[in-house]
């Protein structure tokens, strides 16, 4: 009986170890944006894990230093998985220019084939292919609940204009038009809303191919204005042929600033019609906010323009990409808190930087100094102060300001606890009686979530918040409180610190 019993065991161990085996992702990562789930943390692959053994933060090319590969980046997505994030965006993972190139390893954003990986990203301790490697990263990331994103660039290396000068804009001396202030790249040709470039149109069909292959979850589209939405349009009905949850999250926002030199700036609406499934709101000018009423009047103005549509669009809150400053350096820890619990307490999709969870300020010693090595035709170290290093070999993200890492691990778990109230809930803002004190409440099945916070991060802020029909008695939870607020009369009177958030929830009661 003993020895049945094992066999039964035994064989029981088998077919689940072969159910786990065989089982296969399934991609939820549209479903979990439309519905303001998705906890996002853009990562830049080839820091993501490098290793700096000597510490002076450049990665040299030896048998002890490694920059960040697919491979060694495995053993940081259990770290990820402990964050409570749920989806990696990873910044361009495509072969890049070495021609007319920023930085001793080239912006990942100069792309000089859209169909082949970056060989930077390539291990070679292992026999395995490119492809393999890129498949084993995002299996690994899947197997842990997290869904992968890749960056879509929007324009191409000079390496790409000279294999393929027809698919560029030209000047009037028939030179490649530059895009804004990027020196390294040059701008599509894309066509225009009627007749979009075909041949520009195969290129980013063949990086689409490319992250099916792969089993990407889906992408964002950087700086999508410079093309028709036609274009979009056909393109991602394309990639939904293959799978239908695919995101496609815009590179665009409420500002909609035009590149300088492009002939086209498709608006966010018309991206969203096109089929994006998001974009960045608002949220790219929170750094500009000086008053509260400004904040909140741009909320107010975003939700309603969602609710207007037939279809169902969200937002991501991209407060700090790695586009801008790092939150430290640009107005101190109380920012980086903030930025964390408005991404936990808004109807909208979390985003971070990685780096930013860890008080990184992206300032390195070395920046714009002679290098000895390089893999581009620049042999200078190109970095811009105080963002993260896209250009060269340089170390991963810091991640030793203790005090924000737990600050975000609360704010991602309170998020996840809390979904419901985030996707279906009622969204009201709050009056306040002091310009610098925000506040609005989230009511969802009896129970009320109150966010409260001072946009002045360096006076105190003291006043009082308006809960209409608000009865003292009711059981009220403090989430995150340094100095209670006195509840009495309807209202909330508050005291708040430089740049701090209050946050509670109040039972039996919603607005």
Same mark, same amino acid.
Request: charged fraction near 25%; aromatic fraction near 10%.
């Given at each position: ?93 495509? !072969? ?6 920023? %930085? ?23 026999? +395995? ?19 992968? +994103? #890749? ?53 980013? !069909? ?11 979850? %889906?992408?964002?589209?950087?700086? /999508?204005? &410079? ?34 030199? *492009? !002939? ?67 107005? %101190?820890?109380?920012?980086?808190? +903030? !930025? ?31 290098? &000895?090595? *390089? ?34 691990? +609360? ?8 979904? &419901? ?13 002091? /310009? ?28 009082? #918040? ?12 403090? #989430?995150?409180?340094?100095? /209670? ?9 508050? *005291? ?16």
């Amino acid at each position: 009986m003993k020895k049945i019993a094992a066999l039964l065991i035994g064989l029981l161990f088998l077919s689940l170890n072969a159910a786990f085996a065989d089982r296969v992702w399934v991609n939820d990562l549209r479903t979990r944006f439309l519905n303001n789930s998705a906890i996002i943390m853009e990562i830049n692959p080839r820091t993501f894990n490098a290793h700096d053994n000597d510490g002076d933060g450049l990665i040299k090319k030896s048998e002890t230093e490694e920059s960040g590969t697919f491979l060694n980046g495995i053993s940081r997505l259990d770290a990820m998985q402990t964050y409570g994030i749920n989806t990696l965006l990873l910044m361009p993972i495509n !072969q890049l220019g070495k021609i007319k190139a920023l %930085g001793t390893a080239g912006s990942l954003y100069a792309v000089a084939d859209f169909s082949k990986l970056n060989p930077q990203l390539i291990s070679d301790k292992t026999a +395995m292919t490119d492809i393999e490697q890129a498949k084993k990263f995002i299996r690994e990331a899947h197997n842990r609940n997290i869904r992968v +994103m #890749v960056d879509l660039p929007a324009f191409g290396a000079y390496d790409l204009y000279l294999k393929r000068p027809e698919l560029f804009v030209k000047d009037a001396g028939g030179e490649p038009v530059i895009p804004g202030s990027w020196s390294d790249v040059r701008l599509f040709n894309a066509g225009t809303e009627e007749a979009y470039n075909k041949d520009v149109y195969a290129l980013y !069909q063949d990086f689409i191919d490319l992250m099916i292959e792969l089993e990407v979850d %889906g992408v964002r589209a950087c700086v /999508p204005s &410079t093309k028709p939405a036609s274009f979009w349009k056909d393109l991602i009905v394309y990639s939904r042929k293959n799978d239908p949850q695919f995101l496609w999250l815009a590179q665009a926002s409420d500002s909609n600033t035009p590149v300088v030199n *492009s !002939q086209l700036n498709t608006t966010a609406d018309k991206l969203l019609d096109a089929g994006f499934d998001g974009y960045y709101g608002p949220f790219d000018e929170f750094k500009n906010i000086k008053d509260a009423k400004t904040f909140t009047t741009q909320i107010s103005d975003m939700l309603d323009k969602l609710k207007k549509r037939s279809d169902k669009k969200a937002v991501v809150a991209a407060i700090a990409t790695h586009d801008d400053i790092s939150p430290v350096l640009a107005k %101190g820890t109380a920012y980086s808190i +903030m !930025q964390f619990w408005l991404n936990a307490t808004l109807p909208v999709n979390s985003f971070v930087l990685d780096g930013n969870q860890g008080g990184d300020n992206f300032v390195y010693s070395w920046g714009n100094k002679k290098a &000895t090595e *390089s893999d581009t035709d620049d042999m200078q170290y190109f970095v811009n102060r105080g963002k993260v290093d896209i250009y060269n070999f340089s170390r991963r993200a810091a991640t030793s300001n203790q005090i924000l890492m737990s600050e975000y691990v +609360m704010s991602n778990q309170f998020k996840r606890y809390f979904s &419901t109230h985030m996707s279906a809930g009622a969204f009201n803002i709050l009056k306040t009686s002091h /310009p610098d004190i925000f506040a609005y409440a989230t009511s969802y099945n009896r129970s009320t979530i109150v966010t409260m916070g001072n946009l002045n991060f360096s006076s105190f802020a003291r006043g009082e #918040v308006k809960l209409p029909r608000f009865d003292a008695e009711k059981v009220t939870i403090p #989430v995150k409180i340094t100095e /209670p607020p006195l509840l009495e009369g309807g209202k909330l009177s508050v *005291s708040l610190n430089p740049g701090e958030v209050q946050i509670l929830i109040i039972n039996d009661y919603e607005l």
